[in-house]
């Protein structure tokens, strides 16, 4: 009943009790999944694991972390993994100026390289945006015929306008939660209900109640929880919309 539709099972922090990870989420009824991959060996993991289980799928990628090792043959590895069936996204891409680390400047021209992947293949991209709002919205405005998802979703409703408008879904994760999110909880109100997404960005990120704790794929039921509450709408009724909305952005069949 519920697709998390972004979470990095490959972390080590799974490495021990990952069986148990997977049955709880069954039991749980999240039975969607996007796996993440932010650089080359993520990546691969992710196409594994998306072959492991049915209910699981993949995408490719790297985060603006790894922006200093994307190149020609980067991208060619990305684009022979994108030929598995599996594999339904670029991602996840995107800037983070928060750091300062990669440069600006190597960390744009990743994303460029990436997103033009993405159109050349037609598959949709999950983008990391943090603090770097106006670059970001400037590349991904240069490729129009691309969308996808804005993951983690941590700015105001003005912010998730204009997102919108370029036809990208809109997915939040356990900061909706929190009590000192107003303008988030804002955003989550109002983005239309046919493009929000729920994630967990397991293992980070926690929801209330368990903020703090590592974060599973089991805990997406709190962010659906707290975003149907705000929204008044029957908590099952929202799991299958958000589902449905998974499947329609990573143009999933079933």
């Known amino acids: 009943m519920y697709f998390d539709s972004h979470a990095h099972l490959g972390e080590d922090c799974f490495a021990q009790d990952f069986v148990n990870i997977v049955e709880k989420m069954r039991a749980a009824d999240v039975t969607g999944m996007m796996e993440i991959g932010c650089d080359g060996p993520s990546s691969h993991h992710a196409v594994e694991l998306a072959h492991q289980y049915d209910w699981i799928w993949a995408a490719v990628g790297s985060h603006p972390d790894d922006a200093e090792q994307v190149d020609e043959a980067r991208i060619g590895e990305y684009r022979a993994l994108c030929k598995d069936p599996r594999v339904k996204a670029i991602g996840e891409i995107g800037l ?10 190597v960390q744009q021209r990743a994303f460029r390289m990436q997103m033009k992947l ?3 293949l037609s598959l949709p991209v999950v983008i990391h945006e943090r603090e ?9 405005s240069d490729f129009p015929d691309v969308t996808g998802v804005f993951h983690c979703f941590s700015g105001s409703w003005e912010i998730a306008k204009e997102y919108l408008k370029l036809g990208y879904f809109i997915s ?3 900061p909706v939660t929190f009590k000192k999110a107003p303008k988030l909880q804002e955003a989550a109100v109002n983005v239309p209900l046919d493009r929000i997404l729920i994630e967990t960005d397991s293992p980070y990120l926690a929801p209330e109640p368990v903020r ?3 974060n599973e794929p089991t805990n997406v039921r709190y962010v659906a929880e707290k975003i149907a509450a705000l929204r008044e709408i029957p908590l099952e009724a929202f799991a299958q919309i958000t589902m449905q909305n998974a499947l329609n952005a990573y143009c999933i069949k079933e």
């Not at 983070?96 to 400047?105: F, Q």
């Open 172 to 174: 939040f994760a356990g």
């Open 96 to 105: 983070d100026y928060h750091y300062e680390d990669p440069p600006r400047d």
């Open 212 to 214: 703090g704790r590592r």
């Open 132 to 140: 770097a709002h106006e670059d970001g919205l400037r590349i991904v």
């Open 118 to 120: 993405a159109q050349e």
